[in-house]
């Protein structure tokens, strides 16, 4: 004898606590997750925490196995019936195959019942079946800490300059110290624009280096590296040289340069190490984990309002006739640069071995040939002379410039390159990282916004591209750039090849000596003039520097820096003078930590956590209802269980033909119940699985009463002689 319906309050609560634990597990799982907890640089065992996952899973699975036969066994033997196709559903939580079995088809149509509590099973079981698959792979998801960058704090940073000043738009010697019209050798980093031209020299002279000579007169040179390594006062920064490769058309391909702008580019070094010995007293009372000053590898990022200067530069070989040569000089059309109408010419050219060339000119309205002549220096050295070009000629160019190559006698021909640059601040994003606490180089990447029609907006209006993803690539897209031209004039421009005056020559002919190309002298030119002007421009406003007070702990910031408050992102760092400050470049940085820790980033964590949130609504409304009505039952939750009570039901007729399997959908639409049925010695009654429509009076009579226990077996008159 067993009761197969039970209304006990406090038995239906404590069955129902086989949700507490898989529900307490994924509520935990899903806040670990939500608040951001940081683990550290090492972890336990991945097997471990696999283990974990799949015992949770199990639990999560027997949690849905008991909601589905609970719902079940409640319109089985208290309501109107379920399908047979739903019979025995509550054993398919873990196959997913069960959503398109004909099981489950077959019990989608059926018209007995009440519609909304037919609907409102079908989908109970379809989500639980959805939950048993998907919440296992789930909580290994949430449970097994991800090796990222996650969140670290982030703070808005001062530069005691003005944006005109970090990013002026038309350059003079205003500001020029005299000092910087000559150069030493070293590559010591100060505000001259020339600052650190020996790096540019080291980047040609790789290029010429990278094979021996004999390799290069056979097979061709070498690329060098496209990128070398820039001082601040405090920061290292990738300097970029490189050809435009999107580059189509007639001509040379325009060499593009990049570099950090280098006040910002310290104050974000400065940033990151006070961010860096912020660690130290980071506690795990932050909500955030322990992360301690061995979890140092660290992402800082600028990802809005900043811009940096580029160049791009393109050169061709020409020639002045004779010292009276009064035609106007050519200069090469800049592609992506230049509108295509300021083309007004073409110039053919001689590349050595590789023939002729043919490229796009624009003539200069006012400057003649003969006046290139008058570039200072040597006529036995490399020469430069700076060409102011007026805008209506030459719009999207910055300056010109011919550069005479040595003339080593008094007759004949110049030969000279002539030049043409262009210069802008683009929107860019500024990545540091740090590893172990050391300051790496900052690097970026440039990418262009908008169309060729839209507006130059203001660079504190500009929006960068995300942190994510930042490489060493110069990805420029024309013709977009730049968004501020810069219009430099002819003073400002020669302190970019100053003299050498303990070797009597100039940055140029130092530059353009290495002839790495012998017979393509504008490619090494343009190289040469892209990396100096770019250089320079990085370097304006090369005196200002990070501003404020730091935030501390104590009463006199006897206890260091405030890591806590750091690594929340709650406020800002740095206190500055509202008043002050109210013109400066100010500057986000986002900082993130490398390490194992739970966190919500990425899709997979959202889509787990959502996964779990429904398993935790269903469990909980489960329990509810256990406690509201206490109704509660353990039959029938096994496959033993139900052939045991179909072999002591009547045979039905609607299961005919299906003693070798069922192949006919309708049979999974029959409704089935559980009811009760007298014994034929008339001293009981037992339970029967009744199969079809039963009329409406036959089903009062045989309702399943609660509380009630059955189990005698109905038997024929032959078996009664027997057990007499």
């Not at 019209?181 to 790789?206: A, H, K, M, N, Y």
């Not at 393509?520 to 770019?534: C, E, K, N, T």
């Not at 007729?653 to 070798?660: F, V």
């Amino acid at each position: 004898m067993k009761i197969a319906i039970r209304r006990n309050r406090p038995i239906a609560l404590l069955r129902g606590l086989i949700h507490l634990v898989p529900v307490g597990i994924a509520i935990f799982e899903i806040v670990l997750n939500w608040n951001t907890f940081y683990v550290g640089t090492e972890t336990y065992n991945s097997a471990i925490y696999q283990l974990m996952a799949k015992v949770h899973e199990i639990m999560i699975q027997a949690s849905i196995a008991a909601l589905i036969f609970s719902c079940v066994r409640s319109e089985l033997a208290l309501g109107e019936g379920i399908p047979f196709g739903l019979l025995f559903s509550g054993l398919q939580v873990s196959q997913i195959s069960y959503l398109w079995s004909m099981e489950l088809w077959g019990s989608l149509n059926v018209g007995y019942g009440r519609r909304f509590r037919k609907i409102g099973l079908l989908a109970i079981i379809v989500l639980s079946i959805v939950l048993g698959t998907a919440c296992g792979p789930s909580s290994a998801v949430l449970l097994i800490p991800r090796l990222e960058y996650w969140p670290a704090g982030s703070t808005h940073i001062w530069i005691n300059a003005t944006e005109d000043k970090i990013w002026p738009t038309r350059l003079d010697d205003s500001s020029i110290l005299e000092s910087c019209s000559t150069v030493s050798q070293d590559i010591s980093s100060d505000p001259c624009p020339s600052s650190e031209w020996g790096v540019i020299r080291e980047f040609i002279s790789l290029t010429k280096h990278i094979l021996p000579q004999s390799y290069m007169n056979t097979y061709g040179y070498a690329e060098a590296p496209d990128s070398m390594i820039l001082s601040g006062k405090s920061s290292k920064r990738l300097l970029l040289i490189e050809e435009d490769e999107d580059f189509i058309g007639q001509g040379p391909r325009p060499v593009i340069a990049t570099t950090p702008h280098a006040a910002i580019a310290d104050a974000m070094t400065t940033a990151g190490a006070l961010w860096f010995l912020s660690l130290i007293n980071v506690t795990a009372k932050s909500g955030h984990g322990s992360p301690l000053s061995d979890q140092s590898d660290a992402l800082h990022t600028i990802a809005s309002n900043y811009s940096q200067p580029y160049s791009t530069v393109v050169c061709i070989p020409d020639s002045i006739h004779n010292s009276s040569d009064s035609r106007r000089l050519v200069l090469p059309f800049l592609p992506n640069s230049n509108m295509k109408s300021l083309a007004n010419g073409n110039f053919t050219y001689s590349v050595g071995a590789l023939g002729e060339r043919t490229a796009q000119t624009i003539e200069h309205p006012d400057f003649t040939y003969r006046q290139a002549l008058d570039a200072a220096g040597s006529a036995t050295d490399y020469r430069l002379q700076w060409i102011d070009l007026p805008q209506v000629a030459f719009s999207g160019s910055s300056i010109g410039a011919v550069i005479l190559l040595p003339h080593h006698g008094n007759n004949g021909p110049q030969d000279i390159l002539s030049c043409n640059l262009s210069a802008g601040w683009g929107a860019a994003a500024l990545l540091l990282e740090t590893q172990n606490g050391a300051i790496s180089v900052i690097s970026s990447k440039m990418i262009g916004h908008g169309t060729s029609s839209s507006p130059r907006l203001p660079i504190s209006q500009t929006k960068s591209p995300p942190a994510e993803g930042i490489d060493s690539v110069i990805d420029y897209r024309y013709p977009t750039y730049p968004r501020q031209l810069i219009n430099i004039s002819q003073s400002w421009a020669k302190y970019l090849n100053p003299s050498i005056p303990n070797q009597n020559t100039s940055v140029i002919n130092v530059l353009m000596q290495q002839e790495v190309f012998p017979e393509w002298p504008f490619v090494q030119a343009s190289r040469a003039l892209a990396g100096l002007l770019v250089n320079g421009l990085a370097r304006t406003s090369f005196e200002s520097q990070l501003q404020g007070d730091v935030k501390t702990v104590g009463p006199k910031g006897q206890n260091g820096l405030d890591g806590n408050y750091w690594l929340s992102g709650k406020g800002e760092i740095f206190d500055v003078d509202p008043i002050q400050s109210k013109n400066w470049v100010t500057l986000r940085v986002d900082s993130t930590l490398k390490g194992y820790a739970y966190n919500t980033k990425g899709v997979y964590p959202r889509i787990a956590i959502a996964f779990l949130t429904m398993y935790c609504f269903l469990a909980i409304a489960h329990i509810l209802y256990c406690g509201l009505t206490g109704i509660s039952s353990t039959s029938w939750d096994s496959i033993a269980e139900v052939i045991t009570l179909a072999m002591n039901s009547t045979p039905t007729a609607a299961l005919r033909n299906t003693c070798a399997g069922i192949t006919e959908l309708h049979i999974f639409k029959l409704p089935v119940r559980v009811l009760a049925a007298n014994d034929e010695e008339g001293e009981g009654e037992h339970l029967e699985l009744v199969f079809g429509n039963v009329d409406q009076e036959q089903i009062r009579y045989n309702n399943i009463k609660v509380n009630l226990a059955y189990g005698t077996m109905p038997c024929s008159a032959r078996e009664r002689k027997k057990i007499r």
